[in-house]
């Protein structure tokens, strides 16, 4: 994915830029702030979700973001990867991002292997390198049997090896993840976190959200999102 940043210039008022992220970070958001608006006047109402939220990750750090339902991670995330505009704050990253959504993004009619071949397309990944990454990726998640299956035919625990795997792809420097292992069974777990592992050792940040921690001696720090602002 692209670098992006959202530069403040006043309340409410977001400019769009190129700036990266300062060398000792990968990304790098400061006063992230985000209004849900609904109905129509006179009757609207505004809920203001983020209320000036900070957010570093460095080389190798493994984040862990956690707060309760509706305390706004997954906008934060959204707004992290630039799949939704902040309305005022900035977002700076240094490299490629990778972004496992909570729930997967995929076309129903198309097998595995035809999933990882159209995004390798959209990541620009050669295809010899892909198939490399992809034999890599249906080994440690323990999923080739499925690879000429349609998206449509996998269980839920399939589906979300398969989600994690398009945004392990391209080997992102920063890896978001949000509640990444819902539906895993123990063995998958074990082997999710021998990837965290790796990549930790690989110099690369990941960030996974999630309404709880399980292993908290897995990561290196975890934040709490409460009231809009992160702790």
Same mark, same amino acid.
Request: proline fraction near 5%; glycine fraction near 8%.
């Given at each position: 994915?692209?670098?992006?940043?959202?530069?403040?210039?006043?309340?409410?008022?977001?400019?769009?830029?190129?700036?990266?992220?300062?060398?000792?970070?990968?990304?790098?958001?400061?006063?992230?702030?985000?209004?849900?608006?609904?109905?129509?006047?006179?009757?609207?109402?505004?809920?203001?979700?983020?209320?000036?939220?900070?957010?570093?990750?460095?080389?190798?750090?493994?984040? *862990?973001?956690?707060?309760?339902?509706? $305390? /706004?991670?997954?906008?934060?995330?959204?707004? #992290?990867?630039? +799949? !939704?505009?902040? %309305?005022?704050?900035?977002?700076?990253?240094?490299?490629?991002?990778?972004?496992?959504?909570?729930?997967?993004?995929?076309?129903?009619?198309?097998?595995?292997?035809?999933?990882?071949?159209?995004?390798?397309?959209?990541?620009?990944?050669?295809?010899?390198?892909?198939?490399?990454?992809?034999?890599?990726?249906?080994?440690?998640?323990?999923?080739?049997?499925?690879? *000429?299956?349609?998206?449509?035919?996998? $269980? /839920?625990?399939?589906?979300?090896?398969?989600? #994690?795997?398009? +945004? !392990?792809?391209? %080997?992102?420097?920063?890896?978001?993840?949000?509640?990444?292992?819902?539906?895993?069974?123990?063995?998958?777990?074990?082997?999710?976190?021998?990837?965290?592992?790796?990549?930790?050792?690989?110099?690369?940040?990941?960030?996974?959200?999630?309404?709880?921690?399980?292993?908290?001696?897995?990561?290196?720090?975890?934040?709490?999102?409460?009231?809009?602002?992160?702790?």
């Amino acid at each position: 994915m692209t670098q992006h940043t959202t530069a403040t210039k006043r309340p409410l008022d977001v400019a769009v830029g190129a700036q990266p992220a300062s060398p000792a970070t990968v990304l790098d958001a400061s006063g992230v702030e985000k209004v849900y608006r609904r109905g129509l006047w006179p009757v609207r109402r505004s809920r203001l979700v983020l209320k000036g939220a900070d957010l570093r990750l460095a080389p190798g750090e493994v984040v *862990g973001l956690v707060g309760e339902n509706g $305390s /706004g991670k997954s906008t934060l995330m959204k707004i #992290l990867v630039g +799949a !939704l505009a902040a %309305d005022a704050g900035t977002v700076s990253v240094n490299g490629k991002l990778g972004y496992c959504p909570q729930e997967p993004v995929v076309y129903e009619r198309l097998t595995c292997d035809e999933h990882f071949e159209l995004f390798a397309r959209a990541y620009d990944l050669p295809t010899e390198a892909e198939h490399h990454v992809r034999r890599e990726l249906y080994e440690a998640l323990g999923f080739e049997r499925y690879a *000429g299956t349609r998206a449509d035919q996998l $269980s /839920g625990g399939t589906l979300a090896k398969l989600n #994690l795997a398009l +945004a !392990l792809l391209p %080997d992102p420097d920063v890896l978001l993840l949000d509640e990444p292992y819902a539906g895993f069974d123990w063995d998958t777990y074990l082997k999710f976190w021998q990837l965290v592992e790796q990549r930790r050792q690989a110099g690369r940040a990941v960030l996974i959200i999630s309404h709880f921690v399980a292993d908290e001696e897995r990561f290196d720090r975890i934040v709490h999102l409460r009231e809009g602002r992160t702790r």
